[in-house]
Structures are given as C-alpha cells and as structure tokens.
C-alpha cells in the first residue's frame, strides 16, 4: 500500500496518455486494484470518474490481493491504521461491489470499460456471470474477462474457455 500511490500515479497517466479516445478503441493500460484494501473501491469510483472526465478508456484488473500480512504488519510497526479490511467477508464484497460497478458503467458510459476479474473464487464468477446476464453483456464481450494464475484453479479457466467466456492464465513477475 506505501507504494500504491505512485504507481496508480503512474498508471493514471499512462491510461490518459494510452487509452485516450481519440487514439484507441480500447483500454490499452490497466490498473490493478486490490479488494482487500478498506480504500479500493473508493479509489476504483474516483478513477473511473476521472476517466470520463478526461475523456480516455478505462481497464482495470481486480485482485484481492496477496500481501495481507507485511500490510498490517507495516502498517503496525508505523503505528498506523491497517489499510486491509478487518475482515474476509469485507474484501470479498469490495470485489464483488466493485466487478458490479464496472459492469454497470460498462453499459451507461460511451466510452470502453474493461474489466479483468482475476479471481480463484468461483462463487465471485458465478456472481459476475449473473451480472452479465441482468445487464445484458455477452460472454465474449470485450468488457470482461475472467483469469486465475498459472498452475492454479485450471478446473475454472478451462470451464470458463470452454463455455465461452473470455478466460486466461496470467503470470505475475518482479519483486
């Protein structure tokens, strides 16, 4: 989370630059938001309305998120306010909030939403496949996609493929 700030910083700019209107069809850049902070669906809003108001696509990748406990413990040795939610359920229905959030704007904003659901949850997919259905996006539809890492929950990105949705592998990199 001390770094976050500096890459959506970073990222924000890229996105401006990359996924302008008048360059791309597309969101080209994504950002990556991880649910199991108390502040990423805030941030998540705040960026999407800055997207609308600059005029360029939005792409975002969601995680959970993956580095809980030198979070708090950070947060702790700085005397700080952890930044992860107090609970599981709370990271769950901030990235279930947030998946329905950008589904929906999806539909009402005349500019490319994307949204890369990076999830081992199964009860998260079937959650945003039901959203899909209620606001009427296909299953190949540019506007999401589904992706679990490489060497885990095959049983769902294959299931995913299989059935027509747009399903990947990812593998992440770096320190």
Same mark, same amino acid.
């Given at each position: 989370?001390?770094?976050?700030?500096? =890459?959506?910083?970073?990222?924000?700019?890229?996105?401006? #630059?990359?996924?302008?209107?008048?360059?791309?069809?597309?969101?080209?850049?994504? $950002?990556?938001?991880?649910?199991?902070?108390?502040?990423?669906?805030?941030?998540?809003?705040?960026?999407?309305?800055?997207?609308?108001?600059? $005029?360029?696509?939005?792409?975002? /990748?969601?995680?959970?998120?993956?580095?809980?406990?030198?979070?708090?413990?950070?947060?702790?040795?700085?005397?700080?306010?952890?930044?992860?939610?107090?609970?599981?359920?709370?990271?769950?229905?901030?990235?279930?909030?947030?998946?329905?959030?950008?589904?929906?704007?999806?539909?009402?904003?005349? /500019? #490319?939403?994307?949204?890369?659901?990076? #999830?081992?949850?199964?009860?998260? =997919?079937?959650?945003?496949?039901?959203?899909? $259905?209620? =606001?009427?996006?296909?299953?190949?539809?540019?506007?999401?996609?589904?992706?679990?890492?490489?060497?885990?929950?095959?049983?769902?990105?294959?299931?995913?493929?299989?059935?027509?949705?747009?399903?990947?592998?990812?593998?992440?990199?770096?320190?």
């Amino acid at each position: 989370a001390r770094f976050q700030p500096a =890459i959506d910083n970073l990222v924000l700019d890229l996105q401006r #630059t990359y996924n302008a209107t008048h360059t791309t069809d597309i969101p080209i850049i994504y $950002n990556t938001y991880q649910c199991y902070l108390k502040d990423a669906g805030d941030r998540l809003k705040t960026d999407v309305e800055r997207s609308e108001r600059h $005029n360029y696509h939005f792409g975002a /990748k969601l995680v959970r998120g993956a580095y809980m406990e030198s979070e708090r413990a950070l947060a702790a040795a700085k005397g700080d306010l952890s930044p992860i939610h107090d609970t599981l359920q709370d990271t769950h229905d901030c990235y279930n909030d947030s998946v329905k959030f950008l589904l929906k704007h999806s539909k009402t904003s005349n /500019k #490319t939403t994307e949204v890369m659901c990076a #999830t081992h949850n199964q009860e998260t =997919i079937e959650l945003a496949i039901d959203a899909m $259905n209620e =606001i009427g996006i296909d299953r190949k539809a540019q506007t999401i996609c589904f992706a679990q890492l490489f060497g885990m929950m095959d049983n769902l990105t294959y299931k995913l493929g299989h059935t027509g949705f747009r399903a990947y592998k990812y593998v992440p990199y770096g320190p």
